[in-house]
């Protein structure tokens, strides 16, 4: 079986711009020849979408488009995240479809409300727990799918992977928006590689990227094979197609090995996508940047230059009388080093008025 797991980077509430992503990655996922094809959690809506849930109109289209988007899909199997709803009560889902054919809505169980999460202040949990039965090139098999948290359960009394496996799972999908810190693959690759072994089976864990105000999402989907071994990894701070052949009756496939670390790097990284997406998903096209010629706003204008391009960045310093002649000429030099358009306005005069 071929499973391609689309790493994409939505925008929150930007329902019609996610959808055509959607479909392009569909699209690039059939010529590829995947059998499945799965997405982030809640890629219709774009994570989180926090208060836009309280609108209706947002809730209809959300679904809507989804519905759309699968009559657009061909034969190819299908998981997308979205937001679904009976009556009054919401519920974060995946919709798992074939070609125009909904198979079936599976609900989120394990619903965060700590750290950067609050989604039981507006999702209802799933009580329903089973995997679905599902016909790939004319064998049938058992899918389990979950979402996000459902496989981080660690402090809740249930126990979402166990519980699948237990009702006769092959492989697990799990759409994921899960937000970056430094180093967190090692923890994801940790969790993936226990529950694997612990359940004999294997596991798609299909991340978000991007970053959406305070957050990033790093991507760096993975997939490991019933025995732990790290079978995929998508790219870190990009979109990404990844596309894994396994053996459901081994439950294997060909080993990849995990790309080098620096924690550096995934730093720079991190605050590069931060800036660059809130611009980009805000409309905004320029920076200005205050240069004082020392190390933080020397590392910030950096920064900006990497996420925005130099044409769109413009350098300012304002010196006065406590502005050493070497802070002005590093703040001079920087600016000649990365190609920006750099501004002096002395402010002493205004200092001397006030």
Known sequence: MRIAMAQINPTVGDIGGNVKKIKEYVKLAKEQKADIV??????????????????KEFLKENKESLLKLMSECGGIAGIVGFVDYKGEVLYNAAAIFKGDELLRVVYKTL???????????????????KPIRIEIKSEKINLG????????????????????????????????????????????????????????????????????????????SLAVDRYGNLIAIGKQFEEDLIIVDINLRKGTAKKVASPQYCKEEEMFNALVLGIRDYFRKTGFKKAVVGMSGGID????????????GKENVIGVSMPSKYSSEHSKEDALKLAENLGICFVQIPIQDIADTS
Not at 42 to 54: K, M, V
Request: aromatic share 10%; glycine share 4%.
């Open 297 to 308: 706003s020397s590392l910030t204008a950096c920064i900006a230059v990497e996420a925005l």
């Open 111 to 129: 619903l965060p409300t700590y750290d950067v999460f609050d989604e039981a202040r507006y999702f209802k949990p799933s009580k329903v727990i």
């Open 38 to 55: 799965a997405f982030p959690e809640l890629a219709i809506t774009g994570y989180p979408p926090q208060d836009l849930l309280h609108e």
């Open 145 to 220: 799918v979950e979402i996000c948290e459902d496989l981080w359960d660690e402090k809740y009394p249930v126990k979402v992977t166990e519980a699948l496996a237990a009702k006769g799972a092959d492989l697990i999908i799990n759409i994921s928006a899960s937000p970056f810190h430094v180093g967190k693959r090692f923890l994801r690759m940790r969790l993936l590689k226990k529950k694997a072994r612990k359940n004999r089976l294997p596991i798609f864990y299909v991340n978000m990227v991007g970053g959406q105000d305070e957050l990033v999402f790093d991507g760096q």
